[in-house]
Each structure stands twice: as C-alpha cells, then as structure tokens.
C-alpha cells in the first residue's frame, strides 16, 4: 500500500522530467567556474533543484485542486481525483522547502539568505493566475532562478551575468506554458481565470510563445558573448532554435491534438542541448 501510495506521489510531481529540469542549473554553475565545479557544490545543488521543484509542484496539486476538479481536462490529475490525502502532500512540501534550505546553507551563505525569496516566488506562482495574465512569465521566472541560485551556489555571489541566462530560462519556460494553457481557453474564460489564452485566444497565444522563445535564444546568444563562449556553445544556441522552430510547427490554433508533445516531449531536449554543447565548449574552448 505504502509504495503503491509513494509511486503514485512520483506521478504526482512528473518525477522523470526533473532530470530536464536540472540541466539548465548546472549550466548556471559549470558557467560561473568556467569548467566543472566541485562534486559537493553539484550535489547539494542538485539537492536544492529537487527539493524545490517537488515542492513546487505539490503546492500546485494542492493549491489549484479545487480548480482541477472542475476542468474536464485535469479532473482525473491525482490531487483534484482525491488519489492521495491532503496533509501528506502537504507535509511534503514542507519536507522539500526544509531541504532546499539545507543545500543552501551546505553551499554558502548567500545562498541561504535568498532561499526565502526563492520559496515566496515558487509559493505565490500558484495562486498568479487568479488576478494575472502574466502568470507563465512568474512561472518562467520561478524556474529561470535555477540557473541564477546555481552561479550563487559555486561562486558566493550575486552577479549580472547570470541574469542573462535566467531571463533565457524564463521566456523558454513561458513560451511552452502559454502553448500548454491554449487546451484550458474556453475554461479558463468562464472561471474567471487569467491567462494569455484566455486573454488573447489560442491565435495570440501562441504568437506570444513564438515571441518568448525568440527572446530564449537572443538571450543565449548575449550569454554567450558576455561570457565568451566559443563554437560548440554557438552550436548548442542553434540546434535549440532548431527544436523550438520544430516544436511550433506542431501546434496550431485550430489543431492543438500534439500539444502535449510540442510542450513536454519536444520541448525538454532544449535544455539537455544547451548543457551537454555548453559542457564541450568548456572543456574544448
């Protein structure tokens, strides 16, 4: 029953898909050294990313529960079907945060005086779309901190460069998002609920997600430069655009069937490029 109950929490939180989550935090670190950093710092932000993450998106099950449960398309999602009880997700969320904590004071202190900024960002996304269209970009911005959190991790402070690849991060994240909500416009429309679809309809919508992901790229390319990377890092910049490009040409406004592939399936190997060409950059440039 216990482990029944613990492999149905893993569905819960998408469990597999952390691993694509984690790439684009190690390239904040490996970028910040300019090559490999030490294998405490990778583990314990490694510790950081997954703790933050699952309790991420267990305060979204939890959160938005009520709003699943009347969305034909979530109803059957595990927290709005009633497949697991309330307080131990909740006691989940609190396990997570409390080692998100731990990775930072493992890695430095300013680490751990900024983790609570980390926490009110990845705990008020949840209720954003409840008064903002704006809610992908929060989204965007909630996961885009990753990469910053992992320079501060190896380098004990908090400078501009990193920004850059955050904000690559962000419009990335916020370009599949907003793809992704296109299935709830007619939903969201008549909960009240805010979002670029049900604002702009599922044609804008997606203009908007073009527009995100140029912005994705024109970010990676001005980290580049900033940081002076070299070939392979250029390489990894383009076939990304490559998958993106591929990625939009799945999805339209009056056929929104490969939605699911376009934003998750598709998307994810954007990260994995970027890391394992930025990888070879550093050990090749």
Not at 193 to 208: E, H, K, Q, T, V
Request: aromatic share 16%; net charge positive; hydrophobic share 55%.
């Amino acid at each position: 029953m216990a482990w029944t109950k613990i492999g149905v929490f893993l569905r819960m939180i998408d469990f597999g898909y952390t691993v694509f989550g984690l790439p684009f935090a190690y390239l904040g670190a490996f970028l910040a050294v300019g090559g490999v950093p030490s294998l405490h710092q990778l583990l314990w932000i490694t510790v950081a990313m997954i703790g933050a993450r699952t309790a991420a998106l267990c305060l979204n099950r939890l959160i938005d529960r009520e709003i699943d449960r009347r969305n034909p398309r979530t109803a059957h999602w595990i927290m709005a079907s009633g497949q697991l009880p309330v307080g131990p997700v909740w006691g989940a969320v609190f396990v997570n945060l409390a080692l998100l904590f731990l990775a930072a004071w493992q890695l430095n202190m300013l680490c751990v005086k900024l983790a609570p900024l980390a926490v009110l960002i990845l705990w008020g996304y949840s209720y954003t779309k409840r008064f903002t269209w704006w809610c992908h970009l929060i989204l965007g911005l909630a996961i885009g901190m990753g990469s910053i959190g992992a320079w501060i991790a190896v380098t004990g402070s908090l400078d501009w460069q990193p920004f850059l690849l955050g904000l690559a991060v962000a419009f990335w994240v916020a370009g599949f998002d907003t793809m992704y909500a296109c299935q709830d416009v007619e939903f969201d429309r008549q909960e009240g609920l805010y979002s670029i679809p049900a604002r702009f309809g599922a044609g804008g919508a997606l203009y908007f997600a073009k527009f995100f992901h140029l912005l994705t790229v024109v970010c990676f390319l001005l980290a580049g430069a900033v940081l002076g990377r070299g070939g392979w890092y250029y390489a990894g910049v383009a076939f990304a655009a490559v998958i993106l490009i591929y990625e939009h040409s799945l999805v339209r406004p009056d056929d929104l069937s490969l939605v699911n592939l376009a934003s998750f399936k598709v998307n994810r190997y954007v990260s994995l490029v970027m890391f394992l060409t930025t990888l070879a950059d550093l050990l090749l440039h």
